[in-house]
């Protein structure tokens, strides 16, 4: 589905990817691990045209690197960043509705089934999005990207600095996702999180991707976890 070969992006002079090659099949959750500073979310960013990508990004065998953010987005691929773009002017139901690419055609995903996943969502929707909690706001964020149907979800920390319960919450989320279908690449810091979900695993070390496995391959894999996760 999306096949992504030896990937590179700068900042400036700095080389940030180094040649990233990965690839998610349809209906898989693949998680991307790493520390922090390793080309991560560089990487998601690169594929969905913030960062000007070198290499080949396929997706659905269309080569998408160099489009434009929005043409790929119309392609298929929604994103999730971890910086929680809501518009804090609008209200939550207005927020959402701004998620739909085509009002004409009828997609997975309805209002009432983000509401029906996230009831806080529901009491709050014709509150302005600015005041919702930082948890709330990253719920409204990954919903109004399913709101555009989308066929690969791309998320970026979904649960950081959330508190326990809307961790667990947002973990039922992206199973649910996978379970109709929609593919995810996603971005977590949380280990415990991206095993439990998880199809597949690559973790990423100074650019590129140094390891690549099943969540139990990875749990049997002391070495690994030691030199480029564990802290």
């Known amino acids: 589905m999306l ?3 030896d990937l590179h992006a700068y900042y400036g002079k700095s080389h940030i990817l180094q040649g ?3 690839n998610v099949k349809e209906g898989e959750i693949v998680s991307l691990l790493g520390r922090n500073g390793v080309g991560r979310s560089t990487t998601i960013k690169s594929i969905m045209g913030e960062v000007a ?3 080949s990004i396929l997706y659905r065998g269309r080569q998408i690197a160099g489009l434009k953010a929005h043409e790929i987005a119309r392609c298929g691929l929604g994103y999730v960043p971890e910086n ?14 701004l998620g739909i690419k085509d009002m004409k055609v009828e997609g997975r995903w309805k209002m009432d089934d983000m509401f029906d996943m996230f ?5 709050r929707a014709d509150v302005d999005a600015g005041v919702l ?3 709330e706001q990253q719920m409204l964020t990954m919903c109004r990207t399913l709101m555009g149907d989308p066929d690969l979800i791309m998320i970026d920390e979904p649960t950081e600095g959330l508190a326990p319960k809307i961790v667990e919450q947002v973990g039922d989320l992206l199973s649910e ?5 929609v593919s995810i690449l996603l971005v977590e810091q949380k280990l415990a999180i991206a095993l439990k979900i998880s199809h597949r695993l690559y973790v990423m070390g100074h650019g590129h991707m140094v390891y690549e496995g099943t969540p139990d391959e990875l749990k049997a894999n002391e070495q690994i976890r030691k030199e480029w996760l564990e802290v």
């Open 53 to 55: 990508p070198q290499g």
């Open 3 to 5: 096949e992504v070969k």
């Open 177 to 181: 996702i996978a379970r109709r279908g």
């Open 133 to 135: 909690s930082g948890g």
């Open 119 to 123: 009831p806080n969502l529901r009491n």
């Open 20 to 22: 990233v090659t990965f």
């Open 84 to 97: 929680r773009d809501v518009f804090p002017g609008m209200t939550v139901r207005q927020n959402l509705l």
